[in-house]
């Protein structure tokens, strides 16, 4: 490494270059004396050393590395030599974050690599001040950290001359990329990008920073987008071996992952508070829920046990959230309650322990949870799981399960994102002020299904008045003016709906949102709401401008927020809870508490509930149920799939789906047979209000809008598998 000392263990050097160089020398020199000088280490890690001959040679990458694994300086250090190389001028280099809060935490650490070679770096997001953002337009900065919300505000806005800010992008590094890749932003991200590549004129490298996950070459696929089979591209992963996502149940779980794990039995929040406020007292602890309401429950509970606790989730106000992570990277004996939200790289100093409770829905995101711990030389990772309901045992040891067969879930797009295409139509005719009617598909470079098979729904904006034809240009319609041109057509911008809620503030400080029931429902005495962990009396309430005024108060308040997934549970983690009621343990420790639940599961329950070959019907009276442990999402499908047996007013759960009163082993052998194996799937019934959670559906034909629900219901090849695997009736054999 040139002036750098090899590393202790020689790790560092695995896969030396076929020409025996050092690709370590390849850095630019200046970079290198800071490695060493600034940085202090005495050598690259493995991940940073394998991402330099790649990223310097121009091609897309995904970098995989868990939580804390350098991640960030592997994408950084090769850019900036390149940079420095080849003589990049103006804003080159773009990079990408899902979360406003991650970038705030970044910003300073590229900047000072940048400021090595005489560049720097600059921050745009949402609550980035106009006066920082004029400085930008004006004196552009090497590398801008940005979100793709912001990045689309700039190709849209009238202040930004994008061509003269973004023109010159050479690279974009997107970080946590599998969080984007999971859910509709990162459909708007991949479009974004090639939009980007029409105003630079060439193809830009991509760079995504992940964590584990179980498809990583998919993941570069998804990522590359049109440039995908075009351009060379790499997934580096030293030293990982990853489980095919395929086969949840394949491994054997002979193997006991690095990190000390337990999981127990407290059966309800409060008892979860005393625990917490009794065990590792002088230690950092960082506590994840499943929901804002959950942490706010829990902060006020440990507060009231005298314990130094600090909250964070998304309904609290950003200084709120930056006031408790700052004070918690500070305090030594204190506790932070926070939703996924601190899940991503944010730093918040020096942890001691993670603490769980009940579960998270996927491996991947115990992955980035468990890895906030064992930081510090000569510390484990850790994480202590407080299961608050039998139901939630049972997942929680599910999903340690897979954990410990090394199973991490495949990151796949959404299905048919046709709201989306609807959106990129109308920002791509902001962004240009007129599209060809017939050219328009060229602006995202072919990329399906940006492409001509977006035809119908570019013909339904021109008919529904949000699109204006003059001969062959279109324009922004009074229709696209009315539905989103409030602040500058800001919606547009964003993938994501966010529900209704009310600005709570105490004097002139904003404490944060709250869900408006909270403001409406009936109920006895003061109305008292919880937020930051504490009680709020309110005491006025301005409806038009959705703002609730407050003063502290003793107790008694209430937190409440809808909205949330409504698919359940995955078929991989509901098997796997199967597995659990069947026999299998996680390779975890479990407390007394947890064992003798897990022992009254399956001794009581999993009899009438499981069949150790198979899935099992049952019946109790007139309830009868299909016991599949398919997930919400397969068991939907099935339902939909064989409507002449399935009871026609349920909602389908994760485990089972109920099935007609007067089902026999006939009618089942005729929907079956009608079912053709599995190869005559439907998709699932979907309410037509469920629409309006899909944001911009009021541009699509409400056909293709509901299509786009129901196939985001729909588990096909979950639903396929359980119904070609063996089902029993009681104990009558239906295969």
């Not at 990049?88 to 990079?95: E, H, I, N, Q, R």
């Not at 708007?188 to 193809?203: M, N, W």
Request: proline fraction near 6%; charge should be neutral; glycine fraction near 8%.
């Amino acid at each position: 490494m040139g002036a750098v000392p090899a590393g202790e263990t020689g790790s560092a050097h695995t896969s030396p270059h076929p020409d025996g160089r050092d690709p370590v020398d390849r850095l630019d020199p200046v970079i290198l004396h800071h490695v060493v000088n600034t940085l202090g280490w005495p050598d690259l890690r493995p991940l940073q050393r394998a991402a330099i001959d790649p990223l310097m040679d121009g091609e897309d990458a995904v970098l995989l590395a868990p939580t804390a694994g350098g991640k960030t300086e592997a994408a950084c250090l090769p850019i900036l030599s390149a940079m420095s190389a080849r003589r990049w001028s103006g804003t080159s280099v773009l990079y990408l974050c899902p979360l406003k809060a991650l970038l705030n935490n970044l910003v300073t650490r590229v900047d000072s690599y940048a400021q090595w070679l005489g560049r720097r770096a600059e921050l745009w997001h949402g609550d980035t001040k106009e006066s920082q953002r004029r400085r930008i337009r004006t004196d552009s900065p090497d590398i801008l950290l940005t979100t793709p919300e912001s990045l689309e505000a700039m190709l849209i806005g009238v202040k930004t001359d994008h061509a003269r800010l973004l023109g010159g992008i050479r690279a974009v590094v997107v970080d946590e990329v599998h969080a984007f890749a999971g859910d509709d932003r990162g459909w708007h991200l991949l479009a974004v990008l090639e939009r980007l590549e029409q105003v630079t004129g060439r193809p830009i490298q991509r760079i995504g920073l992940s964590a584990t996950v179980g498809n990583p070459q998919q993941l570069l696929t998804w990522l590359q987008g049109s440039g995908a089979g075009k351009r060379p591209g790499r997934v580096v992963a030293p030293g990982l071996t990853l489980t095919p996502a395929a086969t949840p149940t394949s491994a054997g779980g002979s193997l006991r992952p690095p990190g000390e794990v337990e999981l127990d039995y407290v059966g309800s929040l409060d008892n979860a508070s005393k625990l917490i406020a009794a065990l590792h007292r002088g230690e950092k602890r960082l506590v994840f829920c499943e929901s804002r309401r959950q942490v706010e429950e829990l902060g006020a509970a440990l507060r009231a046990r005298e314990v130094t606790v600090f909250l964070s989730h998304a309904s609290l106000s950003a200084e709120e959230r930056a006031r408790s992570e700052q004070a918690f990277a500070e305090a030594r004996d204190c506790v932070i309650v926070s939703t996924s939200t601190l899940e991503l790289g944010i730093d918040v100093g020096d942890l001691d322990r993670v603490i769980q409770i009940d579960s998270p829905r996927t491996v991947a995101s115990f992955l980035q949870r468990i890895g906030r711990t064992g930081r510090r030389p000569g510390t484990t990772r850790n994480c202590l799981f407080l299961a608050t309901g039998k139901d939630t045992l049972l997942q929680a040891a599910a999903l340690l399960l897979l954990w410990g067969r090394g199973w991490v879930e495949p990151v796949t797009p959404p299905p048919e994102p046709r709201h989306l295409v609807a959106q990129q139509l109308l920002a791509a005719t902001l962004q240009q002020h007129r599209i060809g009617d017939q050219s328009w598909q060229g602006m995202w470079n072919g990329l399906a299904p940006f492409d001509r098979s977006a035809s119908p729904i570019l013909r339904h904006l021109v008919n529904e008045g949000f699109l204006d034809e003059d001969g062959s240009m279109l324009f922004i319609g009074p229709e696209a003016e009315r539905r989103f041109g409030r602040r500058h057509f800001i919606e547009l911008t964003a993938s994501f709906t966010a529900p209704p809620q009310f600005t709570v503030l105490s004097g002139r400080n904003e404490i944060g949102q709250t869900d408006p029931s909270v403001l409406t429902e009936e109920r006895p005495g003061p109305r008292r709401l919880l937020l930051g962990g504490r009680s709020w009396q309110v005491t006025f309430i301005d409806w038009g401008r959705k703002r609730a005024f407050v003063e502290p108060a003793d107790g008694g308040g209430v937190a409440k927020w809808t909205g949330g997934s409504l698919a359940g549970l995955s078929y991989a983690l509901t098997r796997s809870m199967r597995d659990v009621l069947l026999g299998a343990d996680p390779l975890v420790s479990l407390t007394r508490r947890a064992e003798t639940c897990l022992t009254e599961w399956r001794e009581e329950d999993a009899p009438h509930i499981t069949a150790s070959d198979g899935s099992l019907i049952t019946r109790l009276g007139t309830d009868v149920r299909w016991w599949t442990w398919a997930g919400y999402r397969a068991n939907a499908t099935l339902a939909a799939t064989l409507p002449s047996i399935s009871d026609p007013v349920q909602r389908p759960t994760d485990c089972y789906v109920r099935l007609r009163e007067d089902l026999t082993p006939d009618m089942w052998q005729v929907a079956r047979a009608d079912a053709d194996g599995g190869n005559a799937l439907v998709l699932p019934d979907v309410d037509h209000r469920a629409v309006h959670g899909l944001k911009f559906s009021a541009a699509l034909p409400h056909r293709l809008a509901m299509a786009t629900v129901a196939a985001r219901l729909a588990d096909f090849d979950g639903a396929r598998t359980t119904l070609q695997g063996p089902v029993r009736f009681h104990t009558e054999s239906l295969t």
